[in-house]
């Protein structure tokens, strides 16, 4: 009798274990969040102010020679809900090699930036010691630049500006 006993109580348990098996995959169902970030500035650049390109924000200028100058306007955009904070990292490229001294003046809306110039390497120069700090929630800023080269200044100049945080 005992082992009749002790059958049905090892049945008893092994029911109750597959019942409570499928409980708990009915209560212990996942919950699932999935969200896509976004860069929260916009960079945009234009020759004259008026028509802005971006994504790629890229400007192509003609040939210009040494002892003249070029003017474009870089725009920034916080398309964020929150303040953003940090920099900008402004650099300046020529593959044929480049110095703070290839430059007459370099001028962000009339601030002179000549004299925040640093050399990163032989082809590179960087003017990331002035910054306008960062940007209220929905703020623009445009920025007026102008370059204007050295006589004996050569070669393609490339310049890039990238947000920063903080």
């Known amino acids: 009798m005992n082992k009749k006993y002790i059958a ?3 049945m008893g348990v092994f029911l109750m274990v597959f019942a409570t ?7 212990s169902n996942k919950a699932e969040v999935s969200v896509t970030v976004e860069s929260p500035v916009l960079l945009e650049i234009s020759t004259d102010g008026d028509v802005w390109s971006s994504n790629p924000a890229t400007l192509a ?7 003249e100058g070029i003017t474009f306007w870089v725009r920034d955009t916080n398309l964020a809900n929150v303040a953003i904070t940090g920099g900008s990292s402004k650099l300046v490229f020529n593959d044929d090699g480049i110095t703070c001294g290839d430059f007459e003046s ?6 002179d ?6 050399v990163v390497n032989s082809k590179t120069v960087k003017f990331d010691t002035y910054t306008a700090g960062g940007l209220d929630a929905g703020e623009v800023d445009t920025n007026e630049i102008k370059m204007a080269f050295k006589q004996n200044a050569l070669g393609t100049y490339v310049f890039t500006m990238q947000k920063m945080s903080a």
Do not use: I, P, W
């Open 8 to 10: 049905f109580g090892l």
């Open 21 to 27: 098996a499928q409980l708990v995959d009915y209560l």
């Open 61 to 67: 200028f003609d040939s210009v020679y040494g002892g």
């Open 106 to 111: 370099v001028t962000a809306n009339g601030n």
């Open 113 to 118: 930036l000549l004299t925040y110039c640093d």
